[in-house]
C-alpha cells in the first residue's frame, strides 16, 4: 500500500474531528501532502469514518488526479489538492463544518483574533460563497491562503485550515472553532473586544522566535 503511514494519519485526525465534534458523519475532509512524492492522502466522500481502515484513504496526485485507493477520494479533493499546490509549505488540510465557525462565515463577518490562542491565524477572512466542489470554491479557497495565512472562512459553508502537519492543522482547528465560539458569545453579551493589534504582533513574533505563549 503506498503511503500507509500518511494515511494512517489521515484516518487518526478524521476520526479526532469526529470525536472533537468538528464534523459530523463523513460532512468534513481531510488531507495530508507526502514532501518527497508530492502524492495526497485524503478521505473518501460519503463512507464513516469508523469504517474505514488505512486503504480506504485515497491517494491522489497534487492535480487529484486518482492514483490509489478504494473508495472515490472526497468530492472537496480540488480546494485541498489547489492550497498545497498555491503553499509550497502546507502540508495538511483540514476542512470542517464546525459549528461556530460555520456560525461567522454565515454572518459573513471576518473573525478576529479574540484570545491569544488565535493569534497565529487571525484575522480569518471569509470567502465568498461557491458551490461546494467546484473549481471557483478551490481557486477562491487558495487565493485567500496564497499570502500564507493558515485558515479562512467559507461563506454559509465551514472552514478550513493548512499547516506544515495535518496534525497541527487540527490543533488550529479546534482553537478555531473554540475562538469563534467566545467570539459570538461575547457578541451575544454585548461586544467583541479584539485584542489589540500591537499585542497580536508581538506575540506573533515571540511565537516565530519559537517561544511558548
Ligand atoms: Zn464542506
Do not use: W
Request: proline share 7%; hydrophobic share 45%.
Amino acid at each position: 500500500m503506498l503511503l500507509e503511514e500518511l494515511r494512517q494519519r489521515v484516518l487518526k485526525v478524521a476520526l479526532d474531528t469526529d470525536r472533537l465534534n468538528l464534523c459530523k458523519g463523513t460532512s468534513g475532509n481531510i488531507s495530508a501532502r507526502d514532501p518527497e512524492s508530492n502524492l495526497v492522502c485524503v478521505t473518501p466522500s460519503t463512507v464513516p469514518y469508523d469504517q474505514l481502515g488505512p486503504d480506504g484513504i485515497a491517494v491522489v496526485d497534487v492535480n487529484g488526479q486518482m492514483v490509489e485507493g478504494k473508495y472515490k477520494p472526497s468530492s472537496e479533493t480540488p480546494m485541498h489538492t489547489a492550497i498545497y499546490r498555491a503553499r509550497a509549505d502546507v502540508h495538511g488540510v483540514v476542512h470542517t463544518h464546525s459549528v461556530f465557525a460555520t456560525t461567522f462565515a454565515i454572518m459573513n463577518r471576518p473573525l478576529p483574533a479574540v484570545v491569544i490562542t488565535m493569534v497565529m491565524m487571525a484575522p480569518v477572512p471569509v470567502v465568498p460563497f461557491q458551490m461546494p466542489g467546484s473549481k471557483e470554491l478551490a481557486d477562491a479557497v487558495a487565493a485567500a491562503m496564497s499570502d500564507g495565512r493558515p485558515a479562512v472562512l467559507l461563506q454559509n459553508h465551514g472552514a478550513i485550515v493548512g499547516a506544515n502537519a495535518v496534525e497541527v492543522a487540527l490543533g488550529m482547528a479546534v482553537y478555531l472553532e473554540e475562538g469563534a465560539q467566545m467570539a459570538l458569545l461575547a457578541l451575544q453579551g454585548g461586544a467583541l473586544n479584539p485584542l489589540p493589534e500591537d499585542a497580536v504582533a508581538r506575540m506573533r513574533a515571540a511565537f516565530m522566535r519559537g517561544k511558548a505563549l
